[in-house]
């Protein structure tokens, strides 16, 4: 978006400007609205900053509160010691493998999740055939049957499956669930008969009514579901807890768990500080690099 | 709902919806009724041989007294969650729908939590709010405050509640200023012309509009408390301290692989699943006559 501000014309920024002017919306309210703003970035924003400021501190600093607001002098030496020192509480297992794990799983859950639910949805909202308001009912109800609800029968159904401590068993079973099919659901609802109609007066078919039509209107939403995707995939918890047992087959937020230890004082924290910093930094740039394509995406539907 | 127009292929459909009714089944539905079988019997402690003892695992985990308190943690907690991430998302989207100038800047700063693992956010929470190490536990005991959740039970629920909503901001944020860009700008303009003050806007022509984005962050968000808070609670407090932070879920997580009791376990599970399919039948029939997909 901050892209995409600052590339729009002259022209456009009076047009807005001119657009708060027709909508009432005066300079106080402006203000009021920044402050507010602002306020919130410094809530949203502040703890990973922090984060960050921690994971350039030495330990004897992090153990003696306040930690100072801004960084230290051993940015170089806790990296190093995270990177290639090998971190003792989990296997000596390095950071790169770790961020793969990851990475495969991430990939896998999104791309997976993204072609199996627009299928599904497509077939929901454009077909009429028996029993699609069962199955509808019987994919939005996965909602509600998250991994946490049945922990063990499915910890054995993996089991009996040969998949545990394998990416298909990190990807596969997390590849099904509601919520994408759902959105997709309410996108395609909103598309109107006519172009249904439209298409099969020209005598297109199905798939290509889908492959000319839905998908290049689904742009935007499958650059969201994406986004959404991925990070769903990075951020899973108790999946990749219950399927790896091996270290080297953990991933990262798995394994800082694992560095953690609140009940004893030998925590090594700056390395805790500077795994997290690797944890957090990747979905972050990708959140804010499809944020470019995703704006785009937005502005062209609003003209 | 309203008849559409649609293509007239009988077998295509059940081809294209085929792959996921596959995973569901095999990993969701084969699962769960494993889960409803096992609620009906009773393992002895090797796992030699099961009994079926019909209700008694239902009756027994409801009767109790940690049950009943993971129920009312669980309400807190989920209510809590819910409310304070949408309401903060919902007012900055607002703001941030208001202004002319830097609005991507503050996008771009509000998303990044939303890229956060949960047990991380609890991680950072926790490492700022220590009792023993961080900076804030420190600000609030020296400002004269007893703050320490690792053994206070009702600051650790708020604890964990902060870092939950906080973590669920930005997912909001997004939704609802895609929510508010798509509403037609002339729809505005034309109140606006008539005289409509901008409170006046929000509250009968804004508001209204974003319900089927209001209504799928109330499901989502209510399912993001149940569920995917799993990992801050084992991450930050264990359930504790005592059990006061124990929920539903971490619950059925600690008797059934931590403590192996598969029978109660397994009888949780199904109770949390009929409390939730409940839950989300009721939002949605009655959500979904009030929204308009347009």
């Known amino acids: 978006m901050a892209e995409a501000a600052t590339q729009q014309s002259t022209a456009a920024a009076l047009g807005r400007r001119e657009q708060g002017a027709m909508l009432g919306i005066s300079r106080r309210s402006r203000y009021i609205a920044h402050a507010i703003l602002i306020v919130g970035v410094f809530i949203v924003a502040f703890p990973i900053y922090y984060t960050f400021v921690a994971s350039t501190h030495s330990l004897q600093t992090i153990l003696r509160p306040p930690l100072p607001l801004l960084p230290g002098e051993h940015f170089f030496d806790n990296y190093y010691e995270a990177l290639f020192g090998g971190v003792g509480r989990i296997g000596g297992v390095g950071v790169g493998t770790l961020l793969f794990n990851t990475t495969v799983m991430a990939l896998g859950i999104a791309i997976g999740k993204i072609v199996i639910s627009v299928l599904s949805a497509f077939a929901i909202v454009f077909f009429r055939f028996p029993g699609r308001m069962f199955f509808f009912w019987v994919i939005f109800i996965t909602l509600m049957l998250p991994v946490e609800v049945r922990i063990l029968p499915t910890y054995k159904v993996m089991v009996d499956l040969g998949l545990i401590d394998s990416y298909t068993g990190l990807i596969l079973p997390l590849m099904a669930s509601a919520t994408a099919t759902l959105l997709f659901r309410q996108f395609f609802m909103t598309i109107p008969g006519e172009l249904v109609e439209a298409a099969r007066v020209d005598g297109a078919g199905p798939w290509r009514f889908f492959k000319d039509i839905l998908m290049p209107l689904s742009k935007t939403n499958l650059a969201a579901l994406f986004v959404i995707m991925f990070i769903y995939g990075w951020t899973q918890y108790l999946w990749p807890l219950l399927v790896t047992n091996s270290n080297d087959m953990n991933t990262i937020v798995i394994a800082l768990r694992k560095m953690i230890s609140f009940a004893d004082a030998d925590t090594e924290w700056h390395l805790v500080m500077v795994t997290s910093v690797f944890a957090i930094l990747p979905p972050i740039l990708v959140v804010l690099f499809m944020q470019r394509w995703f704006v785009k995406g937005l502005v062209e539907t609003e003209k | ?294």
């Not at chain 2, 509000?110 to 023993?132: C, D, E, Q, S, T």
């Open chain 2, 1 to 294: 709902m309203s008849p559409r127009v649609t293509f007239p292929n009988k077998i295509l459909p059940y081809l294209l919806i085929a792959p996921q009714l596959v995973i569901v089944g095999i990993f969701f539905y084969w699962p769960a009724s494993q889960a409803l079988y096992q609620s009906v019997l009773r393992e002895d402690p090797f796992g030699l041989r099961s009994t079926f003892v019909g209700l008694a695992n239902f009756r027994r985990v409801l009767s109790e007294p940690n049950y009943i308190n993971a129920l009312q943690n669980t309400a807190v907690f989920s209510i809590a969650v819910a409310f304070v991430a949408m309401a903060i998302a919902l007012l900055l989207a607002v703001m941030a729908d208001k202004i002319i100038r830097g609005r991507g800047i503050y996008r771009t700063m509000l998303i990044w939590p939303y890229a956060i693992a949960p047990a991380i956010a609890g991680m950072v929470w926790l490492f700022m709010f220590n009792p023993a190490m961080g900076t804030f536990a420190y600000m609030l005991r020296s400002s004269g405050y007893q703050w320490d959740p690792l053994l206070r039970g009702d600051q650790a629920m708020v604890l964990v509640i902060a870092a939950a909503a906080w973590k669920q901001i930005s997912y909001n944020f997004l939704f609802f200023v895609a929510g508010l860009q798509a509403i037609p700008k002339t729809l505005i303009e034309a109140a606006a012309i008539d005289g409509a003050g901008e409170t006046k806007r929000f509250w009968t022509i804004i508001f209204p509009l974003l319900a089927p984005t209001t209504f799928f962050l109330l499901v989502i968000n209510t399912t993001y408390a149940f569920f995917d808070t799993f990992g801050i609670i084992h991450a930050v407090t264990g359930g504790g301290p005592g059990k006061a932070t124990e929920t539903l879920v971490y619950k059925v997580y600690n008797d059934g692989f931590v403590n192996l009791i598969l029978g109660d376990s397994a009888a949780q599970s199904v109770i949390l699943m009929v409390i939730v399919i409940a839950l989300t039948a009721i939002q949605f029939r009655y959500v979904e006559k009030k929204v308009h997909y347009g």
